[in-house]
Each structure stands twice: as structure tokens, then as C-alpha cells.
């Protein structure tokens, strides 16, 4: 019961930013709805089925770049002839995140074979040779310019800016506050997706392989078969993820795609929470919502500097401020943010009587002989 | 569900610098217990990861029925009807027993990552119906008030016990049990022995049993195998078998003469873990 009202009531929170933020605040929140979609799909690959990937950015820029070719139209400026299909945006949307876990299916190989950190290694080759490879495909990407984003057009409605925007409640709805919805709506979905898969056969099957693969293969589980499964799903998250990510910027520089993003993402679920969905999501609000709201606040904050004057920029003392909570998480909080929140909600409820008890505690007395 | 004989002909593993096991062949005949005994090192469970796949052999064969489990990856055994439990617990620690339990349904269950993740009706129905048999088999092996609990949480006793329901939830044909009551206390090892017997009984399936303790092997085994140094000194029934001269020898020691059904030579605590072998 009370449970439904927190969802209804962050439901209706959710909704209300479109009415009362800023481009600013938009832009900062759907970049955090970006990442919870490619962290969710880290998670069921790092956190659920222990397989560290470094090369998450590699497919979220599968899927921006993807989309913008398959989009973009053929045209030339600053002197680089820009390729495009020129395909409907939403089919090419589609087809970007198909991209990403086609690729990741090629990968199959070595994202069946090899475990844990071996395979950290193997994905951060593809890091790199998706760096190489965005700044010198100049027709497709723009090279070290970028590109301009088509903006998505779903049945008539276009998600960009126009002359006459729509007013919705007397608020002119421009590109990000339509975008807005669309990220509420890629989210949940991607959410919904992930809980499904992790609460039941596939997902028992990841956690097992992570915990004790001969054990997994022993009672009937495809190791490298489902392993690659995983790659192949949370490459399709990045891929969600970079189309969204395209969209929401209107323009995308190969820069963007490098390790360091990658080390966003393994940051995000590790102090959200391995494994779970709300961890994913939590994570991914917290590593990007820092920089912002350091930007907006600079002034306020002591050791931050103010654009133009000394001292680490904001986004540099976000990099940091989040590196000493990751190592705080990593030490104190083994299940992340998520876990200790949860963990603080079931100790609050048992302390008000009348709520329904927990489970038992979690002290199981020694079993006795008679069975 | 016929359960076909088990034939292990000329097994010979080798690593490097070790021959684990030496050109070992028995037979376990449908339906009947079948213990594996010997000291520690003997190779008892090399024979266990080569039956269930983890394991390459380097020379011979395993046959169960008209399937050739030498070449088979081990899933794919599993799909044959053959579970194992491990000497040193292979549980997921972070999973509840439930959830530990449901993955022993794995093999007979179809949810993909497509059906799961659009939470479809047959997704639902088959969550719902292997609840259901879970229930039955912790029931039957008396672990379900566990059930809800992670297993890291539980002792090590209820946690052997777990290991063998998530074995019995494959709906086995072969078993294969590594050391089952190792660690275990009087009472639960008592407790153990006569869930072991229950299966035997009421089940349709043959059981391989890995044991140190001659007299519970003899109260449970039809035959038994005795390894020692990778070779098999003989194959008998549990009373030939410690009537034999090798037998007394090598396995029992010294103390044989005073009494044949003392503690072994090697009474480890698997508790500790003693290799690095699953
Ligand atoms: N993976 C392995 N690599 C190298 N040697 C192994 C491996 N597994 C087992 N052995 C060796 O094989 C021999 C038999 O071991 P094991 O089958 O575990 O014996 P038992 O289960 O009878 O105690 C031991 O000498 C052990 O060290
Ligand atoms: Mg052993």
C-alpha cells in the first residue's frame, strides 16, 4: 500500500521538472536518464553475471554514432563530406541499438570465454579502437568536430526546438521538455525490462555463473552461451543509452566516447549497488547529477572553483568528490547506496509497530538432527 | 524415465606431473548406490569432474546409456539427467536457498532473456510452477523454513542439505555426491544418511557417493569402489570389500586390525577445504 503511494508519488515528481526547470536542469536530467538506461545494462553484465566490461563506451558510441549515419543525411560542412542513410529517425533509433548488440554479438567469442577481469582487458581494446576509429571515419562521425544530431521524429511529433513551440499547461514545449518524457518513458521501460530479467530463470542463471561457474554449468547452464547473452544485452542498454545521449546534446563529439566514460559507468553501479536495477539507476543519478549541480553552485561551494578563477573545475571536483565516495562504498557500503538505503528503510519500518514485520532475522538457529 | 547403467572404462586423468587417476573402470548398475571410497588424494573427485564434465579426460571413457559424457561441455550432461553436489559447497552465497534451489530447475525450464524481460504470461506461469516444486523438494529434504534466507547465512550443516535439494530439483537420474555428511555433526550427519536412504528408495535414479566412512557406506552402498593413488584396488560389496587384503592395507591402515570400521586413515574436515579442485 505504501508502496504504491511512493511510486505514484515519484511518478507525479517525475513528471513535474518539464513545468518548472530550466534547459539547464532538463539537459542535466535527461543526461542522468541516459546513463541509468546504459548503467542498467552494465549492471546485468558486471554486477549480475560478474563480467567487468571497460568498453561500455564503446557502445554507447555504437549507438549515438549509429544513429546519427543512419539518420543523418548526406551534406558537407566544415569542409568534411558527411555520409548519411537518411533512414526515419525512429527506424534509425531502432536499428542503432540493434547495431550495438549486433556488435556485441560478434564479440560473443570472447565475452563467452573469458571472465571477470580477463574480459575487462579484452573490452578495453575496444575502447580504444573505437577511439581511433570515430576521430578518423570523418564522413560518418564528423571526425574530431562532430556532428549534428537529427532530431528524433516519432509519427509527426518531433522532439527539437521549433519557432512555435507547443504550449502545454502555459509552458512552450520545446525539444528537451518532449525529450523529457521519451527519457521517462526509455527509462522505465529499460527498468522494466532488466527487473524482469533479473528476477527470474536468465538472471538466476548470471548471478550463479558469477558466484560459482562450474556449479552453474553443472546444473545445466550454457556458461558461454549466457555469458555472451549478457554482453549482447547490456551492449543494446549502451547502445539505448548513446541514442539518447545523441539526442539530448544535438551534437556529438568523438572525445566523448573514451575510457573515462567508461569508468563513469563502472563507478555509477558500484556505488549505486551491483547487481540490481534501483542500484543502476541511483548510481547513475548520483555520478551525473555531481557535475551539475556543482556548475550551478560553484560559488557556493568552498574548495570550487567559479569558472575563470583557480582551483579544480567543477568538473574536475565532481571526478573527485565521486572517486572518494566510490572508494567509501567500496569500504563501508558493500551493497552501495541502494543496499544501505534499503537496508535503513526495513530498520525504520521494524522500528514503527504495525507495519508489517520482516522476514526473520537473520540469525537461523543451528538445524537439529530430527528431519 | 528408464535410468541407464553408468560405465566408466580405462579412465585415465592426468596433470602435469600427476596421474590422478590410473585406468580406473566400474560400473553402477541402474538404480543402486554406488560409493566411491579412498583416502584423500585418491581421486575421487577428479572421477567426479571428469563425470560431469569439468573435467577432460586424457585417456578412456563414460558412458551413460548411449551418451559418451567424455565429450560432452557440462551443461549438457546436466540436460542428460545427471546432478552433482560438490566437496567444498558451490552455492550461491547472496541468492536465497529459493532462488539457490530454482536454479536446480534450470535444465527443465525454458524463460529466455526476451520472455523474462517482458515479464510474459508463460514467464510467470513457469516462476509460479517451479515455486511449486521447490517447495516440494525443500520439504522433502527438510530445508524449508530456509527457504526465504540467503544461503550465506545459513551453517554449513543446512547448507550441505541445501546442495542436495538444488541436485535433486534437476530431477536427477545419476547423482553424483561429493562427500555429503563431510563436516557434518553426529546429528546431522544422521539426518543426512537417512534423507540419502529416502532418495534412494523412492526415487528413480542411480547415486554415485564419494565417502570416507566405511560404516556408513556400508549401511547405504550396494557396491563399492575403492581408489587408492589414482588406481582401483578392488569393486565389491561393502562387506567383500573390507574383507580385502589391499583394502585393509591401503585404506584402513594400521588400525584395520583393531577395528575395520574406526576412522579412516584420513578423516579430514572438508570443512577447511583441501584442494583446489571443485
Ligand atoms: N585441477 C587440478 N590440477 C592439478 N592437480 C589436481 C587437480 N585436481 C586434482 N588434482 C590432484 O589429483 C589428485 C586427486 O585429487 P582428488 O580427486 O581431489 O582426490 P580425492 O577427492 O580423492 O581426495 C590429487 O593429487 C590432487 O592434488
Ligand atoms: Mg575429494
Not at chain 1, 528524433?152 to 526546438?161: H, P, Q, S
Not at chain 1, 543509452?241 to 553501479?269: C, E, H, K, N, Q
Not at chain 2, 566400474?26 to 543402486?32: R, Y
Not at chain 2, 547465512?153 to 535433486?168: D, I, M, Q, T
Request: hydrophobic residues 50%.
Amino acid at each position: 500500500m505504501s508502496r504504491k503511494l511512493l511510486w505514484v508519488g515519484a511518478a507525479v515528481l517525475l513528471v513535474l521538472p518539464p513545468f518548472y526547470l530550466d534547459a539547464f536542469w532538463l539537459q542535466s536530467g535527461l543526461f542522468a536518464m541516459s546513463a541509468a538506461i546504459g548503467a542498467i545494462g552494465l549492471n546485468v553484465l558486471t554486477g549480475a553475471a560478474g563480467q567487468l566490461s571497460l568498453g561500455h563506451a564503446f557502445f554507447l558510441a555504437l549507438g549515438a554514432y549509429g544513429y546519427i549515419w543512419l539518420a543523418g543525411g548526406d551534406e558537407r560542412t566544415a569542409g568534411i563530406e558527411l555520409t548519411g542513410l537518411g533512414l526515419p529517425t525512429l527506424l534509425a533509433a531502432v536499428l542503432a541499438v540493434l547495431l550495438a548488440g549486433l556488435v556485441g554479438g560478434l564479440f560473443a567469442p570472447l565475452a563467452g570465454r573469458l571472465r571477470g577481469a580477463s574480459l575487462g582487458i579484452a573490452t578495453l581494446a575496444l575502447v580504444f579502437l573505437g577511439q581511433h576509429v570515430l576521430f578518423r571515419a570523418e564522413g560518418v562521425t564528423g571526425g574530431a568536430n562532430g556532428r549534428d544530431v537529427p532530431p528524433l521524429n516519432v509519427f509527426g511529433l518531433e522532439f527539437a526546438d521549433s519557432p512555435e513551440p507547443v504550449l502545454v499547461l502555459g509552458i512552450p514545449f520545446n525539444g528537451l521538455e518532449k525529450l523529457w518524457f521519451l527519457g521517462l518513458v526509455l527509462l522505465a521501460g529499460a527498468a522494466w525490462f532488466a527487473r524482469g530479467v533479473l528476477a527470474s530463470r536468465p538472471g538466476r542463471a548470471l548471478n550463479t555463473i558469477r558466484d560459482h561457474e562450474i556449479a552453474a554449468g553443472a546444473l545445466g547452464v550454457p556458461v558461454a552461451r549466457t555469458r555472451a547473452a549478457a554482453f549482447v544485452l547490456s551492449s543494446m542498454y549502451a547502445g539505448l543509452a548513446g541514442v539518447l545521449f545523441a539526442l539530448i546534446y544535438r551534437r556529438t563529439v568523438p572525445d566523448t566516447f573514451g575510457l573515462a566514460l567508461s569508468l563513469d559507468y563502472l563507478a555509477m553501479i558500484v556505488i549505486g549497488g551491483l547487481g540490481t536495477v534501483g542500484g543502476a539507476v541511483l548510481g547513475a543519478v548520483f555520478v551525473s547529477m555531481l557535475q551539475p549541480l556543482l556548475t550551478r553552485y560553484a560559488d557556493g561551494i568552498p574548495f570550487v572553483a567559479a569558472s575563470g578563477s583557480a582551483g579544480p573545475s567543477p568538473a574536475e571536483a565532481a571526478r573527485i568528490i565521486y572517486g572518494v565516495v566510490f572508494v567509501a562504498v567500496l569500504l563501508f557500503l558493500p551493497t552501495g547506496l541502494a543496499g544501505g538505503l534499503s537496508r535503513l528503510t526495513s530498520r525504520l519500518r521494524r522500528r514503527r509497530p504495525g507495519t508489517t514485520p520482516n522476514p526473520p532475522a537473520s540469525n537461523p538457529s543451528r538445524e537439529e538432527s530430527t528431519a | 524415465m528408464s535410468v541407464p547403467e553408468l560405465a566408466v572404462r580405462g579412465l585415465t586423468v592426468r596433470f602435469a606431473g600427476i596421474t590422478a587417476l590410473d585406468d580406473v573402470s566400474f560400473t553402477v548398475a541402474p538404480k543402486t548406490l554406488h560409493a566411491v571410497i579412498g583416502p584423500n588424494g585418491a581421486g575421487k573427485s577428479t572421477c567426479f569432474n571428469v563425470l560431469s564434465g569439468v573435467y577432460r579426460a586424457t585417456e578412456g571413457s563414460v558412458t551413460f546409456g548411449d551418451a559418451e559424457l567424455t565429450k560432452l561441455p557440462p551443461h549438457k550432461i546436466a540436460s542428460l539427467g545427471v546432478a552433482r553436489t560438490f566437496q567444498n559447497l558451490a552455492l550461491s552465497d547472496y541468492l536465497t536457498t529459493a532462488a539457490n534451489l530454482q536454479l536446480g530447475r534450470h535444465r527443465l525450464t525454458r524463460t529466455g532473456f526476451v520472455t523474462a524481460g517482458l515479464h510474459l504470461p508463460s514467464a510467470r506461469r513457469e516462476e509460479r510452477a517451479q515455486a511449486d516444486k521447490v517447495r516440494e523438494v525443500a520439504e522433502y529434504v527438510g530445508i524449508t523454513e530456509h527457504l526465504p534466507l540467503p544461503v550465506g547465512l545459513l551453517p554449513y550443516g543446512v547448507r550441505k542439505r541445501v546442495e542436495l535439494a538444488r541436485a535433486l530439483c534437476l530431477e536427477p537420474r545419476l547423482l553424483l555426491l561429493d562427500e555429503p555428511v563431510a563436516g557434518m555433526n553426529g546429528g546431522e550427519r544422521r539426518a543426512m544418511v537417512e534423507t540419502i536412504g529416502r532418495v534412494r528408495e523412492v526415487m528413480d535414479l542411480s547415486i554415485v557417493l564419494v565417502e570416507h566412512d566405511m560404516a556408513l557406506v556400508g549401511r547405504l552402498a550396494d557396491e563399492v569402489t575403492v581408489l587408492d593413488f589414482g588406481r582401483r584396488l578392488t569393486t565389491g560389496t561393502p562387506a567383500e570389500v573390507r574383507r580385502h587384503p589391499d583394502v585393509i592395507r591401503a585404506y584402513l591402515g594400521k588400525s584395520a586390525e583393531e577395528d575395520p570400521a574406526a576412522a579412516p586413515r584420513t578423516n579430514d574436515t572438508p570443512a577447511q577445504g583441501q584442494g583446489e579442485n571443485p
